[in-house]
């Protein structure tokens, strides 16, 4: 008892209340839904995006929506509200909290008019990744008209480095075979029954398997997952993932499972976004229902699935990465330049092979920490 009130011990134990305390405080957290600055003091403009880890660098890409709204009928193809592309935004961070822009990407080109690349087309849903042969950076995107058919493709870009420049390559075509010239003929309503040769710029994400194969998943109720060759330049095969639906796919794994995230078909409204899983990434897929809990689940809290980012050095620990564009309906376009980021911890059951996303207003990465010791 007589030591435990020897003055030295009682500043032993105050100094490591107020360490502990210190090092709580510079714990970086997340406030989803809330604006977001970047280093310069602006908001994070990455919406729709995906992220890469790179030499111990995260590295965040997406859609900047600063750009221009632009009346209907201004431009081609654009029959109501729209925004000019400004490109690809990118940042880098090593706490995934703070983030510095570096300069976006492939804003020269998106601006010339003509063809395929005129203004009004935007990029949409950009992901990057590493191909594995050649240590290469590829960029892909939906190149999308506002009418969402005149034009309406996957594109892409490589680089080098992380940080780019990204060189643009045009659309994406199938390996061994000469890529069209000019633009597919579009036809909205035979979209969902096109033969999935023809690489549309439906909803898209990228994704990187164990054994370096990589995948490009399109979406638009039916889900398709198109694999990459010759260095993630064109596609060698693709598969419909049978028993898989919906829009804005997120692709992740776990302990030998995979996990599927989509959101329902709701222009740019929030839904109830839902899960799938396989143990195979050639299916069948078993859908598992809704992941959001909390208040505002039945809209997964105002937010559309984007992508889920694995965090490095922690094992089953998984972020879930959705926008908040503020539509009221199906129909409306909303003010972009108010949507935020909503990203939560995804916590897996990996018995019963499900996911659940809990709302939270703020949370760091030691939430991995105590969601992984029940696991
Ligand atoms: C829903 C998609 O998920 C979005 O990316 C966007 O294409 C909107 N539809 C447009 O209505």
Same mark, same amino acid.
């Given at each position: 008892m007589r030591s435990l009130q020897h003055p030295r011990f009682c500043l032993f134990l105050l100094l490591s209340a107020i360490l502990l305390t210190a090092s709580a405080a510079a714990q970086p957290s997340f406030t989803p839904g809330r604006p977001w600055p970047d280093t310069a003091g602006?908001?994070?403009?990455?919406? !729709?995006g995906g992220l890469l880890f790179e030499n111990g660098v995260y590295y965040w890409y997406g859609m900047d929506f600063r750009g221009p709204r632009i009346a209907p009928d201004t431009l081609p193809h654009q029959s109501f509200a729209w925004l000019l592309n400004l490109g690809v935004t990118v940042y880098s961070s090593t706490d995934l909290v703070t983030w510095k822009p570096a300069p976006s990407q492939l804003t020269e080109i998106t601006y010339k008019?003509?063809? !395929? !690349?005129?203004?009004?087309n935007l990029l949409v849903r950009p992901k990057v990744i590493k191909d594995h042969a050649t240590g290469k950076f590829i960029l892909m995107a939906a190149l999308t008209a506002p009418d969402f058919e005149s034009v309406s493709d996957v594109v892409y870009a490589v680089a080098d480095q992380p940080l780019g420049p990204f060189r643009w390559m045009g659309k994406l075509g199938w390996c061994g075979k000469p890529n069209a010239a000019g633009l597919w003929a579009g036809v909205w309503e035979q979209a969902k029954s096109?033969?999935?040769? /023809?690489? /549309?710029?439906?909803?898209m994400t990228l994704y990187t398997d164990g054994d370096g194969k990589s995948f490009l998943l399109t979406a638009h109720t039916r889900i398709l997952a198109y694999e990459l060759g010759a260095g993630s330049t064109c596609a060698s095969h693709v598969e419909v993932m049978q028993g898989a639906t919906g829009e804005a796919p997120a692709l992740f794994k776990d302990r030998g499972t995979y996990y599927l995230l989509t959101s329902q078909l709701t222009g740019w409204a929030p839904n109830r976004n839902q899960s799938f899983t396989s143990p195979s990434i050639h299916g069948p897929w078993t859908p598992r229902g809704p992941f959001a809990h909390g208040p505002g689940e039945e809209t997964t809290f105002d937010g559309q699935t984007t992508f889920v980012l694995p965090v490095q050095g922690k094992p089953h620990a998984f972020i879930f990465m959705a926008d908040r564009f503020g539509a009221v309906s199906d129909t409306d376009i909303p003010d972009f330049t108010r949507a935020t980021h909503i990203w939560l911890p995804i916590e897996i059951d990996a018995a019963r092979h499900t996911l659940t996303v809990n709302w939270r207003d703020t949370w760091d990465l030691s939430a991995f920490a105590a969601s992984s010791e029940k696991q």
């Open positions: 602006n908001p994070v403009q990455s919406h !729709l008019p003509g063809g !395929l !690349l005129q203004p009004a096109d033969a999935p040769e /023809r690489i /549309r710029g439906f909803d």
